[in-house]
């Protein structure tokens, strides 16, 4: 067992995810990945362009790519898919006027097939606020109980408070190592 | 002579006992190495099975556990519950862990077995959660019990009585907007409706809207040709398809979507975006009330910090030259909202019997 540990070790060593956060905009994309590389939350303006992060976590160097949810920025999406391990799609729990679309911006990623590989971690963000829908509520508007060609897993969270957020990305940067792994 | 031949043999005896003791070592060793693979197999065999254990013993435990909730759930207080069902949530999530750091040594059908049991609990749990310790709805929910109230007529004398619009419902998608479709009215929501909560307004035309207090949020579709004054508000003011329209409003970030030829009068403690806008003015922020200062820090907004000045154009990217879909106005008296709100009243008051008709007929 000792020189299997050891072994694991090299491997996540080597091992890079890259992680690509996507949403509408005003989601909180950039507030989530500020407060996972602990930085300042205060004055975050909307996104113009792109935030890349580079950070170590569990012994995983992770590429956190944030591209602004603007809807002329959305058909620059595609130019970040390649090569995506993990695919963080933020919802604003509570913009209930706009999770209609937010449904089919999620279903055209899905879709895609440069993402067809890519573990989901859907992310309803603002759940600190008092008019946000829960998690089960934004699983059932999304429609994810069809998605049947990812990993997926939802979980409510609030960039504010850090609730939930650490153990959500936990799961993702599991789930990819996992595959990983077995596909090895 | 006979004495140098004994002596002869003795060393050579000595010398083959020697090397077969020698070889009877390495046997040994051989055998004692071979013995210690053979354990060290074993071992990790027991690791596996070990694993099983653990894991199946574990999972039981967990269910155990869902299951006495349940149980309790009749007499148990409240504050327990909140402590058992994130216990038990740490506790899947641990088993979780031990899952993922077992998976070298497992096989890729009791990884996938082992997960599928991890996923039930989830379930399970969240399932028991949602039963046991529902997430305080946000709404109206008194009202909803009540019957169905007959939709009100246009309310032009600047009452709040359209208390039973802000009627939200919690379900799914087709949610209902604070404040839609209306014409020619005067509306006002007052600070008890209106603080820290998203208010969502859609397709009006030729209103006045007064939003007292400060809202969580303001979201905005479709407007044209009308007025709204607002608060502070603590987030983020979202607007789109507006139209000839003007809008007094303090936030932290305000994002203006496909709209023309609309007027505001901003204060903004982070940034404004505009994205495929055209012929948008900006000016400061002039909305007074007495209540503002108190308003200002119950919303958390600096006041002294007001970036209106600074508009991000998505559609246009070039540092150097000036967007041209928005400008800032510039020797432009500041509108007096008192003035307006008069003029608005008595201009309305000739619309009002017609709305009021108007109304009648459809409730017929």
Redesign the interface.
């Known amino acids: 067992?000792g020189f299997?540990t050891v072994?694991?070790k090299m491997r996540q060593k080597e091992k890079e995810m890259r992680i690509l956060l996507l949403g509408l905009?005003?989601a909180g994309k950039t507030t989530i990945l500020k407060r996972f590389n602990g930085e300042s939350i205060d004055?975050?303006?909307?996104t113009?362009g792109f935030n890349i992060k580079t950070l170590e976590h569990n012994g995983y160097t992770l590429n956190m790519w944030d591209v602004g949810g603007?809807?002329?920025?959305r058909s620059y999406w595609r130019n970040y898919f390649e090569c995506t391990d993990g695919l963080v799609w933020v919802v604003d729990s509570?913009?209930?006027?706009r999770?209609?679309s937010c449904?089919q911006e999620l279903q055209v990623l899905l879709e895609e097939e440069r993402l067809a590989g890519a573990t989901l971690l859907v992310l309803c963000n603002k759940q600190d606020?008092?008019?946000?829908?829960?998690s089960?509520?934004i699983k059932?508007?999304l429609h994810l109980d069809d998605i049947t060609t990812h990993h997926w897993l939802v979980v409510g969270v609030s960039a504010v408070t850090g609730e939930k957020l650490l153990?959500s990305m936990?799961?993702l940067i599991?789930d990819i190592?996992?595959r990983i792994?077995?596909l090895d | 002579m006979e004495d140098s031949v004994d002596g002869d043999t003795g060393a050579r005896k000595d010398l083959i006992l020697d090397r077969i003791n020698k070889r009877n070592k390495d046997r040994k060793n051989y055998l004692d190495v071979k013995l210690e693979q053979r354990s060290k197999e074993t071992i990790q065999n027991e690791g596996v099975d070990f694993f099983a254990q653990t894991f199946g013993q574990r999972a039981y435990d967990i269910e155990k556990s869902i299951l006495m909730l349940d149980m309790n759930s009749g007499d148990a207080p409240l504050p327990d519950l909140s402590k058992r069902l994130p216990e038990i949530t740490l506790q899947i999530q641990e088993l979780q862990r031990y899952l993922t750091a077992s998976t070298m040594f497992l096989s890729d059908f009791k990884i996938k077995s082992c997960q599928n049991m991890l996923n039930a609990l989830t379930s399970s749990n969240d399932e028991a959660r949602q039963r046991l310790m529902p997430k305080k709805k946000f709404g109206f929910s008194g009202k909803k019990t009540a019957p169905k109230q007959k939709p009100l007529p246009v309310v032009v004398d600047g009452e709040p009585q359209d208390k039973k619009t802000p009627k939200k419902e919690q379900s799914g998608s087709n949610f209902t907007w604070t404040i839609a479709n209306r014409r020619n009215a005067h509306i006002v929501l007052s600070a008890d409706e209106v603080n820290g909560q998203d208010i969502t307004i859609s397709n009006l035309s030729q209103c006045l809207v007064e939003l007292q207090g400060h809202p969580g949020s303001v979201q905005v579709s479709k407007a044209s040709q009308c007025t709204l004054l607002c608060g502070p508000v603590a987030r983020s003011f979202f607007a789109e398809q507006l139209d000839r329209c003007t809008v007094a409003i303090a936030c932290q970030q305000l994002r203006l979507h496909s709209s023309h030829s609309t007027r505001i009068y901003l204060h903004v403690t982070c940034r404004a975006i505009i994205e495929d806008c055209k012929k948008i003015e900006i000016g400061e922020f002039n909305y007074d009330y007495p209540e503002l200062e108190a308003d200002y820090s119950a919303s958390g907004l600096n006041k002294s910090q007001n970036n209106y000045t600074d508009v991000a154009d998505f559609n246009w990217l070039s540092p150097d030259v000036h967007s041209p879909n928005w400008s800032l106005l510039k020797d432009h008296p500041a509108p007096n909202w008192n003035a307006l709100r008069r003029d608005f009243l008595s201009n309305n008051n000739n619309y009002k019997d017609d709305n009021e008709e108007k109304e009648k007929t459809t409730i017929i």
Do not use: Y
């Open positions: 067992m299997l072994l694991k905009d005003n004055e975050i303006s909307p113009l603007q809807r002329s920025l509570a913009d209930r006027m999770l209609d449904r606020l008092p008019g946000a829908l829960n089960n509520e059932e508007i153990s936990d799961w599991g190592a996992k792994f077995t």
